[in-house]
């Protein structure tokens, strides 16, 4: 036997948009190559609700999965792939995804593939397109052992439509592990609706607000407006304007909206880095020459303190 | 106690294109400078300190060709007390990784640093995978370390901007994130010193790596630049009018609102 496992995540029961995402796009591969796709998530969550989207079968490995732990989601993750017989894994390339698949790919010799950005099915096989060298070269990646793990950036392939049945929950038996690892303080920052990584619309604002009071007047509102996620530059980030978790770019957050607004951001290499994937970037900013201007589908050209204001009217118009 | 540091040789990516091999399977080398993977050097800078505070012996690791080896030589003048360059390619990480955990196991490493991802395959892959193969837990994108030689407490961005702070004890392997630390200047006094110091080279066959172990399980092909995106376009008009068409066209043509 053997099949296309998703790996569904969630917050307290509460499936992330990529769960959707990745059990669509599955059921499409499936199709082409033959494979039945099973969807599965760690702890309490309505994992066979997900049938919705063209999953055949869910499992679930129960247990008290309250705080994250490596070797947990590790092993977990692999008696999933055991009873499912899985010879592909798709999961999202969140923090779990980066940091505990690996293991699971050194522990059954299965080939690992981070970060897609597209998937495909191609003379039998799957081939995924992916980054490399700072989003800088785009290769395409083939697993030729037995199992292939593969991540996937969140909104690659957007929102599907639903609408098939439920389908029954297989529970797998997982004994839980010793982690060596404690987790003796967790730090919720003020929170942003959705994270950066995940957002449909990120407002990321540069240096040239000019102190955080500025920032906080003139990005947070347009967030707001246009019901998005607020990110920053590193130099507007390293001048304190805003805190390392909003930071985007290649040290900060690799972000794939639908729509990403660029405030006073030039679009240096490294921010480029992380935000270059979006749907519709739109760059608002003083200099025509920015290199940011020749990534934007949509630029206004000006005063960014007389601009954002005006949009933030006009979106409330609208 | 042995505190080891894996380094990777990796590209400058702030080169504007890369030029590929003709047959587009991979960058062409010869067109691009290579440096220690940026995030490597926040790996160096907390093995250096924790020498600095515990006393051992820094040990970096790099697997890669003649040039991997001269990058790694690099470390030698910010901390780093011995280098370890395997002769060998990096196939795939899976391969990599089997190879750093042979030279963990038999330098008898304490305590491991990486970098959270090399830039070059962005795979951020390796690290995991050594403490995998070593059975020992890891900790990955690291802001904050502390030991006293036999327990250490760690903070961990998990994403969501939640930092966890976690403790366990060593061995383990730890992943730096940008801001663990400030990786200090070469001197010039610590670049004369660097000169004496030794790099060992071995081979997979020494470390007991058999070929099989490095036959690739993942391949990468078709190489190229980023997909072209449309010509945007500069939207006219004062203030309030370029903000009102923006949202028309964000809405009724980009289809975002």
Same mark, same amino acid.
């Given at each position: 036997m053997s099949g296309i496992l998703v790996l569904a995540e969630h917050d307290g029961g509460v499936f992330r948009k990529t769960a959707a995402e990745l059990v669509a796009k599955a059921a499409s591969l499936g199709a082409s190559l033959g494979l039945d796709v099973t969807v599965g998530t760690i702890?309490?969550? *309505?994992?066979? /609700?997900?049938?919705? $989207?063209?999953?055949q079968r869910a499992v679930r490995v129960s247990g008290d999965f309250g705080a994250y732990s490596t070797l947990q989601t590790a092993g977990a993750v692999a008696a999933m792939i055991d009873a499912v017989g899985a010879s592909i894994v798709l999961a999202p390339a969140s923090y779990a995804g980066k940091d505990a698949l690996p293991r699971v790919a050194a522990r059954l010799g299965a080939g690992f593939v981070a970060d897609c950005t597209d998937l495909r099915a191609d003379g039998g096989a799957l081939v995924a397109r992916r980054p490399m060298y700072s989003g800088k070269a785009y290769v395409d990646a083939r697993v030729s052992a037995a199992i292939g793990i593969f991540t996937v950036r969140p909104n690659s392939f957007g929102a599907p439509a639903g609408g098939g049945a439920e389908v029954a929950v297989t529970e797998v038996a997982f004994a839980a592990v010793a982690d060596p690892?404690?987790?003796v303080e967790s730090r919720v920052p003020e /929170?942003?609706?959705?994270?950066l990584t995940e957002a449909d619309r990120i407002v990321s604002g540069g240096?040239?607000?000019?102190s955080k009071e500025r920032f906080d007047e003139v990005i947070r509102p347009l967030g707001a407006a246009l019901g998005a996620t607020v990110g920053a530059s590193r130099a507007a980030v390293d001048a304190h $304007?805003? *805190?390392?978790?909003?930071q985007v770019g290649q040290t900060g957050k690799t972000v794939n909206p639908q729509l990403y607004v660029a405030v006073g951001? /030039?679009?240096a290499i490294q921010h480029l880095a992380g935000m270059?994937?979006?749907?519709v970037i739109v760059a608002i900013n003083k200099?025509?020459?920015? *290199?940011?201007m020749e990534h934007a589908a949509y630029a206004i050209v000006g005063d960014l303190f007389e601009v954002v204001p005006a949009l933030v009217e006009a979106l409330k118009e609208a | 106690m042995k505190i080891g540091v894996c380094v990777k040789s990796t590209p400058?990516?702030?080169?504007?294109r890369f030029k590929y091999t003709s047959g587009n399977d991979?960058?062409?080398?010869?067109?691009v400078k290579f440096t220690v993977n940026p995030y490597d050097e926040f790996a160096v800078e907390e093995a250096a300190r924790m020498k600095e505070a515990h006393g051992g012996e820094v040990v970096a690791v790099t697997v890669g060709d003649a040039g991997a080896g001269k990058v790694l030589r690099e470390t030698l003048a910010v901390g780093v007390d011995r280098g370890v360059h395997v002769?060998?390619?990096?196939?795939d990480s899976l391969a990599t990784a089997r190879l750093l955990a042979a030279v963990a196991r038999s330098e008898g490493f304490g305590v491991l640093f990486c970098g959270k991802?090399?830039?070059?395959?962005?795979?951020?892959?390796v690290p995991a995978m050594v403490a995998e193969l070593l059975g020992w837990p890891h900790v990955s994108v690291v802001t904050a370390f502390s030991t006293d030689g036999a327990t250490f407490t760690a903070s961990r961005?998990?994403?969501?901007?939640v930092e966890e702070v976690v403790t366990g004890a060593l061995p383990v392997v730890i992943t730096a994130e940008r801001g663990l630390n400030e990786p200090r200047y070469q001197k010039l006094k610590d670049i004369m010193a660097a000169k004496k110091k030794v790099v060992g080279v071995v081979t997979p066959e020494s470390l007991g790596v058999s070929a099989a172990d490095l036959a690739p399980v993942v391949t990468f092909s078709a190489?190229?630049?980023p997909p072209e995106r449309p010509k945007g376009r500069v939207i006219p008009g004062d203030a309030a009018e370029a903000a009102r068409e923006l949202v028309r066209l964000l809405r009724d043509e980009a289809k975002v609102l």
């Open positions: 702890g309490d969550a *309505p994992v066979g /609700s997900l049938g919705a $989207y063209g999953a690892i404690t987790v /929170s942003q609706a959705v994270d240096r040239s607000l000019g $304007y805003a *805190p390392h978790g909003e951001i /030039s679009g270059r994937t979006s749907r200099d025509a020459t920015a *290199p940011i | 400058d990516t702030a080169i504007t991979g960058i062409d080398a010869a067109q002769d060998a390619v990096n196939t991802v090399a830039v070059d395959d962005q795979a951020s892959a961005a998990v994403g969501g901007g190489y190229a630049d």
